[in-house]
């Protein structure tokens, strides 16, 4: 059921106010600083809107209200009371003391990246909650698109014109092998070096044609042994011996969570490298907080390069 349209206006409640505490339309006026007839027509339309009289006009001695108008009088103080809250509430919210940001992340990003930044953000800024979705990169641009995200952590793939995107890593690939690989013990790996071998793909929207489309240069892509949408899966297969995989976000470290390792080789070839960064609406005017948090995220992303 839709809510009844209201036919009164805030301004008119104030009038109300106003006038009910001094039972003058001249002194409301002088106080309000507009004209004796606006005042007059402003509350006549509200009892006009609600259907009630508010006030007796005496006409030598001013006004005096009704038992319905006293009535009123307290609700519409309490009515202005909370659009002045709502107001200071969002004043607060768009100068960084509160509110919430709707965060997303791509979903092969989102376990070594988000919640690290979300927990240094909230150490800082208490009265800060965060919404999130960690979703592949077709979600995140709608999200942006329609609003309902505030912000992204993604790459730099598919971003139309309407998407601003502050660059903030770029990330080459490398390789992932078993410690027991014939080439777990170079100091780099070809491209060729793997094309014979198990491939055990990260199997997402864009990391899986971008993993595979380096092999181009070498004269053919790899079919894979295994797949899974799982970056810690992935991992997991390659510690175990079932193959190599590439991937491109730092790790932290090379051991996964069956207490297996691998080894991590960068590449002899030139490959091309993808970039992280900040994936904004350019038609929607960010929110200070949602603007401390892209200020942040770039400050702490770079200082830990810079690491």
């Known amino acids: 059921m839709e809510p009844a349209q209201l036919r009164y206006s805030l301004r008119q409640l104030r009038y109300f106010v106003v006038t009910a505490e001094v039972l003058s339309f001249t002194a409301a006026a002088k106080l309000l600083h507009i004209s004796q007839p606006s005042i007059s027509t402003a509350l006549a339309d509200l009892e006009v809107s609600f259907g009630i009289q ?23 103080r309490d009515l202005l009371k909370n659009a002045e809250d709502l107001q200071t509430a969002a004043k607060e919210m768009d100068g960084g003391m509160s509110g919430a940001i709707t965060l997303g992340c791509l979903v092969s990003l989102a376990p070594p990246l988000m919640p690290a930044m979300m927990s240094r953000f909230i150490a800082g800024h208490a009265g800060i909650a965060f919404r999130t979705l960690e979703a592949h990169q077709e979600d995140l641009l709608r999200g942006l698109h329609d609003g309902s995200l505030d912000i992204a952590l993604t790459y730099n793939l598919d971003l139309t014109d309407d998407i601003a995107f502050t660059p903030l890593l770029s990330l080459p690939p490398y390789v992932i ?43 053919g892509r790899p079919i894979a042994a295994f797949k899974s949408s799982q970056p810690e899966v992935v991992r997991g297969m390659v510690a175990n011996g079932l193959g190599y995989s590439i991937l491109n976000f730092p790790l932290k470290s090379s051991r996964t969570v069956d207490g297996q390792d691998f080894v991590i080789k960068q590449f002899r070839d030139e490959v091309n490298a993808t970039t992280l ?15 401390h948090f892209a200020a942040f995220c770039e400050a702490e992303i770079k200082r830990e390069r810079v690491g």
């Open 54 to 76: 508010l006030f007796i006009r005496h006409h030598a001695s001013g006004l005096s209200l009704t038992q319905a108008g006293r009535e009123m009088l307290g609700r519409a």
């Open 177 to 219: 092998l078993p410690k027991t690989h014939r080439l777990a013990r170079a100091r780099t790996v070809a491209l060729a070096d793997l094309r014979d071998e198990p491939y055990v793909m990260l199997d997402l929207p864009h990391s899986r044609e971008y993993f595979a489309g380096l092999f181009d240069a070498v004269g």
């Open 277 to 291: 960064g900040i994936a904004q609406s350019r038609s929607m005017k960010p929110r200070q907080v949602v603007q």
